[in-house]
T-cell receptor, first 116, second 113 residues
Framework: NAGVTQTPKFRILKIGQSMTLQCTQDMNHNYMYWYRQDPGMGLKLIYYSVGAGITDKGEVPNGYNVSRSTTEDFPLRLELAAPSQTSVYFC???????????????FGSGTQLSVL | DAKTTQPNSMESNEEEPVHLPCNHSTISGTDYIHWYRQLPSQGPEYVIHGLTSNVNNRMASLAIAEDRKSSTLILHRATLRDAAVYYCIHLSHASGGSYIPTFGRGTSLIVHP
């Protein structure tokens, strides 16, 4: 059981370049999330999705875009990379039956991104 | 919005018990309390969760206050591999009936040999 898989693990971008961080899960989870973690800080939510075709902004969405065309995949797009987007990015998923709030999160191993 | 408060760091000696506190005074009556930990250079991983009663699993115990405004994660015998950042979270209600896990800065646990 692979769980949540993120690629790439590391990436260096130049200012203004674009890239897509990939995230896929094989647990048939309806909820998926993208977080970023700056050094010494907690995780901040960028975007989340409650199911295929549905996405919504989190706390820090500016400079990012997402799509959710399938249950399994939730890619995060950076269009014009900026130094402020240097961070570690984590994708997570969880199953949420209607009315339930007790399902646990599963995280990927992260993508370390540097924008120079 | 739902918010949790934890000490920035705590220290322990190996093989001693560790009690990691968390305040969650805004928690609603149906919110579960979840604990995750993040080992160095890894993504967070689930530790334990509970609603009202104390909970035990192979990793830890969770003691929940009667008024549910605080909880304590208990590691019965700390090992060097338990050195990590521990997060106490619950789900914030978002628009459309969805729930968002919100992470604070957590508690950095240092374990001394």
């Amino acid at each position: 059981n692979a769980g949540v898989t993120q690629t790439p693990k590391f990436r260096i971008l130049k200012i203004g370049q674009s890239m897509t961080l990939q995230c896929t899960q094989d647990m048939n989870h309806n909820y998926m999330y993208w977080y970023r973690q700056d050094p010494g800080m907690g995780l901040k939510l960028i975007y989340y999705s409650v199911g295929a075709g549905i996405t919504d902004k989190g706390e820090v969405p500016n400079g990012y875009n997402v799509s959710r065309s399938t249950t399994e995949d939730f890619p995060l797009r950076l269009e014009l990379a900026a130094p402020s987007q240097t961070s570690v990015y984590f994708c997570a998923s969880r199953r949420q039956p209607r009315g339930s709030k007790n399902e646990k999160l599963f995280f990927g191993s992260g993508t370390q991104l540097s924008v120079l | 919005d739902a918010k949790t408060t934890q000490p920035n760091s705590m220290e322990s000696n190996e093989e001693e018990p560790v009690h990691l506190p968390c305040n969650h005074s805004t928690i609603s009556g149906t919110d579960y309390i979840h604990w995750y930990r993040q080992l160095p250079s890894q993504g967070p991983e689930y530790v334990i969760h509970g609603l009202t009663s104390n909970v035990n699993n192979r990793m830890a115990s969770l003691a929940i206050a009667e008024d549910r405004k605080s909880s304590t994660l208990i590691l019965h015998r700390a090992t060097l591999r338990d050195a990590a950042v521990y997060y106490c979270i619950h789900l914030s209600h978002a628009s459309g009936g969805s729930y968002i896990p919100t992470f604070g800065r957590g508690t950095s646990l240092i374990v001394h040999p």
